[in-house]
């Protein structure tokens, strides 16, 4: 290992050396005076540590490989630009990096309150139609008619738990 | 209680009446100056907002006009199919005019950033001005609950109630580990925001703020001025919410917020205690000088005015002024925003100049009948009325 340590930024020798607690994480992090000025460490009330952390994971993502999200076309570099994602399945895509960001953001990284049950309920509903729509029409296919009478069946009760809301 | 124009708008029946407008609400005073507010000297109001979104479509910031019309368009059918939104006022934001936007702001019933936007964006608020929700912000819904005092529990069934009555309607974007998805990843998990806008002069008087601000941050709690992000302190008063919102559920981000609530309320109150036993003449000539200010000056800046009313707001805590003035002083630290004396101005657009005559005008009106201080020596007892969560 080389003696002195190099700046997290801009890999000139390092004379300024950070320790600070984010959420009982301990976050370290090493400078060279200019980046240390640059970025206000100096001044100890309106410095983030995590923020220039954040920042830095940011711009040393790999730009050339940028995925873009299947669904709204979001890039990584629309998220360096904003802080702000393109749409729900973004946190899919980009999943690789906003996973290590919620560490440092928050007090975890899991989900451990209110759960929208009803809208859930409806949806494992209607991804079960789904499904059995598509065995019905494949059933009909490969002419398995007592199979096919069977997820007809289901797909009626299905429909009723509904409500007979979605009648396609 | 006395009555004074804080009162809601007396003999209406909400049963037999139309549904409200943006126009109505802005002629009734503002929700925050309601007499509860008597009840909790320190804690102003209690706030709590809720990010949600639509499962499926692009957050506000990356979808087309059309998009963001259609998401408007089944917000703002759903929200109407809830019982507490039923008679509610409802707008486009381009519908609004720069004034009405801006006393919404100032009433925080809708966010600057929502002001500022264009195609898409509404508000929708509810009657008493408790609920509002503005559609097309940073993420599709932004539902808010507003009480006067420190009342997080009530506050919190309010919305949980509205929002759960939602989801008959809307498919919210979930999922089981990242929580309700939003466009923002600060926001991820619980999409909770809960803060309580408190009067803290004594700890500003005495200097102790910035010691305040600092272990309150360390507690990972953020603290403002009165609008948000980036607003001074003016009139002594501060905003303290939650930053995190994923890892912790709701019940437990209210409870520790409330019990930092608590020990900032503790604080204060011995700050005021400390200012009562060792500089008694210093705090009576703030609060005097600020009655007679009140009382004859002719041109005021709203900043000023935050400052002095803040004052009688603390010599009515510390019964100097009659209880039931506080409610006045609350709802003259809305009705003095740059949009509100605009709006009570009949005279369009008033120069900042003329803005602050006609504030001044407004508080001397206000404070002529005010009864002057009573500094004979029951200063302390009156404090102690608070820390209690109603």
Redesign the interface.
């Known amino acids: 290992m080389a003696s002195s340590l190099k700046c997290s930024l801009c890999s000139k020798p390092a004379t300024v050396h950070l320790t600070q607690i984010v ?1 009982s994480k301990v976050h370290k992090l090493d400078l060279c005076e200019e980046c240390a000025k640059a970025k206000g460490v100096t001044d100890p ?1 309106g410095f983030s540590l995590s923020g220039l952390l954040l920042k830095a994971s940011l711009n040393t993502e790999d730009a050339g490989a940028s995925p873009r999200c299947e ?2 076309g ?1 890039a990584l570099n629309d998220f360096r630009k ?7 399945h973004c ?1 899919e895509t980009f999943n690789a990096l ?1 996973a290590p ?2 560490d440092n ?16 309920a ?2 494992s509903l209607y991804d079960r139609l789904t499904t059995l729509e598509l065995d019905l029409s494949e059933a009909i296919k490969t002419e398995r008619y007592e199979d096919a009478a069977r997820y007809r069946d289901e797909i009626n009760q299905v429909k009723q738990t509904f409500g007979g809301k979605p009648a396609e | 209680m006395k009555s004074t124009k804080s009162n809601k708008p007396s003999g209406e029946n909400p049963r037999n009446n139309p549904p409200a407008t943006i126009a109505s609400l802005l002629a009734t005073p503002p929700e925050l100056a309601d007499d509860t507010t008597g009840k909790c000297a320190i804690v102003l109001t209690t706030r709590i907002r809720l990010a949600r979104n639509l499962a499926g479509h692009r957050f506000p910031g990356r979808a087309a006009g059309a998009q963001r019309a259609a998401i408007l368009e089944t917000c703002r059918e759903a929200l109407a199919a809830t019982a507490p939104l039923k008679r509610a006022a409802q707008a486009s934001i381009d519908e609004l005019s720069e004034l009405d936007r801006q006393i919404l702001v100032e009433r925080h019933l809708i966010s600057r950033e929502l002001s500022d936007a264009k195609n898409g964006a509404g508000v929708v608020i509810s009657p008493d001005q408790t609920l509002s929700i503005m559609i097309n912000e940073e993420d599709h819904l932004r539902i808010q609950a507003l009480r006067a005092g420190f009342q997080l529990k009530n506050t919190w069934a309010a919305i949980d109630a509205l929002d759960t009555a939602l989801e008959d309607h809307l498919d919210y974007a979930f999922s089981p580990t990242l929580g309700y998805l939003t466009a923002c990843p600060t926001n991820l998990g619980t999409g909770l925001r809960a803060s309580a806008m408190m009067h803290l002069p004594a700890l500003v008087i005495s200097g102790q703020m910035e010691k305040v601000v600092r272990a309150v941050n360390q507690l990972g709690l953020a603290v403002r001025g009165l609008f948000g992000e980036g607003s001074d302190a003016s009139g002594s008063i501060f905003q303290i919410s939650n930053q995190t919102t994923l890892g912790e559920s709701e019940d437990t981000i209210i409870k520790r917020l409330g019990s930092v609530l608590h020990t900032i309320i503790e604080h204060e109150l011995n700050a005021r205690a400390r200012l009562v036993e060792n500089d008694a003449p210093r705090l009576h000539d703030k609060i005097g000088r600020a009655y007679g200010i009140l009382q004859h000056s002719h041109l005021l800046t709203s900043g000023e005015a935050m400052n002095l009313l803040s004052l009688v707001r603390l010599g009515a805590d510390l019964g100097c002024f009659p209880e039931t003035s506080r409610s006045l002083v609350d709802r003259l630290f809305i009705e003095t925003q740059p949009g509100h004396i605009q709006h009570h101005a009949t005279k369009p657009d008033l120069d900042p100049a003329q803005r602050d005559a006609f504030r001044a005008t407004l508080l001397r009106t206000e404070f002529a009948a005010f009864p002057p201080p009573d500094f004979s020596g029951n200063t302390d007892a009156k404090t102690q009325n608070d820390g209690q969560e109603s």
């Open positions: 959420n009330a669904q709204c979001f904003t802080g702000r994602l393109g749409c729900p946190y906003v960001l919620l953001m928050h007090k975890g990284t899991t989900h451990t309150g209110k759960v929208p049950q009803k809208a859930l409806r949806k």
